[in-house]
C-alpha cells in the first residue's frame, strides 16, 4: 500500500529539513520512511525530518516532532524551531507571530519578528551531568574525554538535546570528520551527543562546526551554537551577545547567564513545495 505525502522543504542557514503538516494530513511513518525521505539520493533529502502536530493539551498551540536522517527521534533542533515558524504562517495554520511550541524536551517559544528572522527562547541550559546525560564524578564544567589516544577538553550541556564542546584553534582544520562520531558515540554519553568545535574570534563572535547525532556534520546547528555560547560564556571567554559564524550562515546567540534562557536569532528560508509516494 502506498502513501501520498505532502511536505515542504526548509532549511536555516543550510542546515535543510522535510516538514510534513501533520494537523490536516495523517501521518504514520516508520524509521525506514524516514530514512528514505532524508536519503539525498533516493529520497527528497535532509538533515532532519519535522512533524507539525496538533497540541496535546490547551496552554500550547502545537506540537513539534525532529527526526534525524537515521530515523530517530530526538529532543530538539534550533534551526528546526525557526523553520516551523514561518512553515506554520505560510501553511496558514496560525496567524500568531509568536507561538509556543510543545517537544520531547519541553516547550520552547519561537517568534517571527518584522524582519522575517525568527527569535527563538530556548530555555534554560542545564549542566547538570546525570540530565545531559553524561557520566563523570566531577562537577568541574570542563572535563576530560579520552578518545583513542587523545584526551580532550570537553564542556558539556543540555539544551533540550546533549553537546559536547571543545575549542579548536582553526575550525578548518579541525578533524572533525574523524573525531566527531567517536565523540557522538562515546560511553560516557549513553544518549549520544552533538559534539561541538569552537573557535573564538573574539569575546563576542565564534566560529562553529557540529557533527550532529544521527546527521553527521551539518552546515549550521542551532543548539549547537546555543551549547557553543553558553559554555564559551560560562568558561569566562565570551560575552552575550555572540554571533556564530557556521559554514551555512551567522546566528545570533544571547544569555544572560544561570538560570535565564538563551535566545537565538536567525533565518528560515522555504526552498520547495512538493509530494512524494511511500
Request: with cysteine; net charge negative.
Amino acid at each position: 500500500m502506498t502513501m501520498k505525502l505532502s511536505f515542504v522543504k526548509m532549511h536555516g542557514l543550510g542546515n535543510d529539513f522535510v516538514v510534513i503538516d501533520a494537523v490536516r494530513q495523517r501521518v504514520e511513518l516508520t524509521a525506514g520512511q524516514m530514512r528514505f525521505l532524508a536519503n539525498r539520493h533516493f529520497g527528497v533529502g535532509c538533515d532532519q525530518i519535522l512533524l507539525v502536530e496538533a497540541a496535546s493539551r490547551p496552554e500550547v498551540d502545537f506540537r513539534y516532532r525532529i527526526f534525524n536522517a537515521d530515523g530517530g527521534e530526538v529532543e530538539q533542533c534550533g534551526n528546526g524551531a525557526r523553520c516551523f515558524v514561518r512553515f506554520v504562517h505560510e501553511q496558514g495554520l496560525s496567524e500568531r507571530r509568536e507561538i509556543r511550541v510543545e517537544t520531547l524536551a519541553g516547550e520552547i517559544v519561537p517568534r517571527l519578528e518584522d524582519d522575517g528572522t525568527v527569535t527563538v527562547d530556548m530555555g534554560v541550559p542545564d549542566f547538570v551531568a546525570e540530565r545531559i546525560p553524561f557520566i563523570t564524578d566531577s562537577e568541574a564544567l570542563v572535563q576530560t574525554l579520552r578518545v583513542g589516544d587523545q584526551e580532550l577538553a570537553i564542556a558539556a550541556v543540555s539544551l533540550g538535546n546533549p553537546h559536547a564542546v571543545q575549542l579548536v584553534a582553526d575550525v578548518d582544520q579541525a578533524p572533525v570528520a574523524c573525531l566527531g562520531p567517536l565523540i557522538e558515540g562515546h560511553p560516557r554519553f549513553p544518549q549520544r551527543v552533538n559534539a561541538g568545535f569552537m573557535q573564538p574570534l573574539d569575546r563576542q563572535r565564534i566560529r562553529l562546526r557540529v557533527f550532529e547525532r544521527g546527521a553527521g556534520e551539518t552546515l549550521a546547528c542551532g543548539t549547537g551554537a546555543c551549547a557553543a555560547v553558553v559554555t564559551g560564556i560560562a568558561r569566562g571567554l565570551l560575552d552575550s551577545p555572540v554571533q556564530v559564524e557556521t559554514r551555512g550562515g551567522t546566528l545570533c546567540i544571547a544569555w544572560d547567564g544561570p538560570g535565564t534562557a538563551v535566545r537565538m536569532n536567525g533565518p528560515a528560508q522555504t526552498v520547495f513545495k512538493g509530494e512524494i509516494e511511500l
